[in-house]
């Protein structure tokens, strides 16, 4: 099987950081984007950058920046469905997303999604954990999924994309429609998925490092 290509999903309008560029806050002298790159990249076996804007902000990334292909701001999910035409377009099967304001992600993220996938006609997994959280947030296992953290399969890019044009915005509807598993992680000492909405994350995720 080829190694999935990654995509950073920073497409967010960052409403609880009073916007901007959520990706591009410094923690301990790095941007989280800068983190996530360097959390990702040895994991997969090429990366691009989901944004919608002017791609110019992130030249210093390097990265190929592809926008949203649904108008409106639809979720994370427009972010994927970018992610994977551009994997598409490189001949992957597969595709890891990841969120760009997230900094302490598994090192070991793609290697356990691929590890939950096998025996799967789509490769389709989700990260989770335990721990607690809204009803609506926990599979029927009691796990907490992490939507934004998956391994996606290239070839149900066009079934995501109806559904979107047909008005899906959660996640797990479309991947338990199509088999999605999930793939658990340890919570301990801290939930690796973390991320930063607002200024107090952000100083929370200070003392983290």
Known sequence: ?????GVIL?????????????????????????????????????????????????AETGLPVVADSIDGFPGPLAGVLAGLDWAAEQGADTLVSVAADTPFFPCDLVPRLLLASEGQDHLLVLAATKGEAETRSKSRSGLIRHPTFGLWPVALRDDLR??????????VLWTEKHGGREALFPSTPFDPFFNVNTPEDLAQAEALL
Not at 1 to 5: L, Y
Not at 162 to 171: C, I, M, Q
């Open 162 to 171: 109806a559904a979107l044009e047909g008005g899906l915005k959660k996640v």
């Open 10 to 58: 920073a497409g967010g309008l960052a409403s609880r950081m009073g916007g901007g560029d959520k990706a591009l806050l410094s923690l301990g002298g790095q941007t989280l984007l800068s983190r996530v790159i360097d959390r990702l990249a040895p994991q997969v076996a090429a990366l691009a950058l989901n944004a919608n804007g002017d791609p110019a902000r992130f």
């Open 1 to 5: 099987m080829k190694q999935p290509v």
